[in-house]
């Protein structure tokens, strides 16, 4: 096993779109990535090289290869979201590779956008096993090598504040990636309460629509109303630079974290020169905390309940 001497970042979800885009600027910032997903290819034989980062032709094998050949360090290790056993393994080779690891980001997600009525079981359930689920095993997976570390490193996890608009159109998608959020804030005061004040969780979602392969139609019909994938990455940069009490328990919009950092030109960020992208999520969103937010009552703690019992 070695040890890095550059902070080890795992992007979960980095074959394409904006998980290639932050695994690329995370090594030119000088982290050592491990991509993962489970897309993998030959890419020494991909022409031409690189491929359209929205195609399926992109891959973890050529984006490790992207970051190789721009001089930065990259490993690409295959995994299931789905597969719990996957997902520790993937750790446990993090690991194994670099000696470490001190930032974790979660982008694998699943997506089906109709009614409750028109999304089959199978849709639903692939959802919840890929995004809500596969988040919590990462994570459950990764907590001991943040241990490892004396408790200093980050999460960043792709889900949105949480409004009831969401939800509209999209209940089954929504039930996952509103929990992926709930996640970001429990285990952020779970951190709190046990004075781990060098961790931070921390979830970010776009603020307008992203060019990504997701977005392949609009961009055909409309690329002026889309924002280019580096808005993400840096808004990533500017969270992990930042303070882990301020940026711990927050779900974050990319546009509105990047202002409240001093960013103002967002002209670079715009697939069309020009262009004003139209802003889908909303200017404002509910507090979550209510005037008891500090009252506990009984603490309540399951291992101990069966401990006890034993």
Request: aromatic share 8%; with cysteine; proline share 6%.
């Amino acid at each position: 096993m070695a040890t890095s001497g550059k902070p080890v970042a795992l992007v979960v979800g980095a074959s394409r779109g904006i998980g290639r885009q932050v695994a690329v600027d995370l090594a030119r910032n000088g982290y050592a990535v491990v991509v993962a997903a489970k897309s993998t290819s030959d890419a020494a034989n991909v022409h031409p090289f690189p491929p359209d980062p929205n195609s399926p032709q992109s891959t973890i094998s050529t984006v490790e290869r992207e970051i190789r050949e721009a001089g930065g360090d990259a490993a690409a290790i295959p995994v299931d979201t789905r597969d719990y056993d996957s997902i520790k393994e993937l750790v446990d080779q993090t690991v194994l590779k670099y000696g470490r690891l001190d930032v974790l980001i979660y982008n694998s997600g699943a997506i089906w956008w109709s009614s409750v009525e028109n999304t089959p079981m199978k849709r639903f359930q692939l959802m919840q096993r890929v995004n809500v689920e596969g988040l919590y095993g990462t994570v459950q997976a990764a907590l001991p090598q943040f241990k490892a570390n004396g408790y200093q490193g980050r999460i960043i996890v792709v889900s949105p504040p949480i409004y009831s608009r969401f939800f509209r159109g999209k209940t089954a998608y929504a039930m996952g990636k509103v929990g992926m959020s709930v996640l970001t804030k429990g285990l952020a005061m779970d951190w709190e309460r046990e004075g781990k004040k060098g961790m931070a969780i921390t979830s970010i979602w776009p603020a307008t629509a992203i060019q990504s392969a997701a977005t392949t139609d609009l961009d055909r019909e409309n690329a002026s109303e889309l924002r280019k994938p580096t808005i993400y990455s840096d808004a990533i940069l500017a969270m992990l630079r930042a303070p882990a009490s301020e940026v711990n328990g927050c779900l974050e919009l990319d546009e509105d974290f990047l202002r409240k950092r001093g960013v103002t030109d967002f002209e670079q960020y715009n697939v069309v020169p020009g262009s004003r992208p139209r802003r889908i999520m909303p200017a404002e969103f509910p507090d979550l905390t209510v005037k008891e937010q500090a009252d506990e009552g009984r603490r309540i703690d399951s291992t101990e309940l069966r401990a006890s019992r034993m």
